[in-house]
C-alpha cells in the first residue's frame, strides 16, 4: 500500500474541514462581533468524509462548528465546492439546524433555526426552511422559509396561506414595543 496516499486523504480532509469552518463562519462573520474572527474554530461530528473527486466534505452525527460565540449545530453539513476549489453552497440539516451569535456587544445572541440552513457562497444567500426562525432580543421572524442576503441586507419571509386566517404556517414579525429597529432586517 503506497504510504503516501494515505497520509494525502487526512491532510485534505482536515484542509477541507477548515475550508468549510472558514465558510460556515464567513458567512455568519458579516453579523458577528470583530472578536469572534481571532478565536479558534472546533468541529465536532461522529463521521467526516471528504471526495476528492466530487469535491463534497460531509459532517454526520450531532455535528457541532463553534468560533467564538457562532454556534451552528445541525445534524449534518454537507459542503460542495466549486470548480475552483472554493466552497459554493454549504447544507446544514436538523430537527431542527440551530445557530447562534452575538452580532453586537450590547445585544443579547442572535438564534435561528430551521430544518434545512443553505447558505450559496457565490450570491451570498443564506436561505432557512422549514419552520425558520430568526430572533434577538425579544424581536422575532418566523416563516417557512427566510432568506438573507447577506450582500443586500435584505430579509424576505415566506408563509403559508391559508384560508382561515390563522398563524399557522404564515409569516409571523414579533417586534417588541420599545425596541422597534432591532428585529431582523430592521435598519438604524
Do not use: C
Request: net charge positive.
Amino acid at each position: 500500500m503506497n504510504h503516501k496516499s494515505k497520509l494525502t486523504a487526512p491532510k485534505a480532509l482536515i484542509k477541507q474541514a477548515a475550508l468549510v469552518g472558514l465558510a460556515v463562519l464567513s458567512s455568519a462573520g458579516a453579523w458577528a462581533i470583530p472578536s469572534d474572527r481571532s478565536q479558534p474554530i472546533t468541529l465536532l461530528a461522529d463521521r467526516a468524509t471528504f471526495s476528492e473527486r466530487t469535491g463534497v466534505t460531509t459532517y454526520t452525527g450531532n455535528v457541532v462548528i463553534e468560533q467564538g460565540t457562532m454556534k451552528l449545530q445541525a445534524d449534518s453539513i454537507v459542503a460542495n465546492l466549486n470548480s475552483k476549489k472554493e466552497i459554493s453552497v454549504i447544507t446544514a440539516t436538523g430537527r431542527p439546524a440551530q445557530f447562534q451569535q452575538k452580532t453586537d456587544p450590547a445585544k443579547g445572541l442572535a438564534k435561528g433555526q430551521a430544518q434545512k440552513i443553505v447558505y450559496n457562497a457565490e450570491t451570498g444567500i443564506i436561505t432557512l426552511t422549514g419552520g425558520a426562525l430568526l430572533e434577538q432580543d425579544g424581536a422575532s421572524i418566523r416563516g417557512n422559509t427566510l432568506r438573507y442576503s447577506m450582500n443586500k441586507g435584505d430579509v424576505e419571509a415566506i408563509g403559508t396561506p391559508n384560508k382561515t386566517g390563522s398563524e399557522a404556517g404564515r409569516v409571523k414579525i414579533v417586534i417588541p414595543p420599545s425596541s422597534s429597529k432591532s428585529f431582523p432586517g430592521a435598519r438604524d
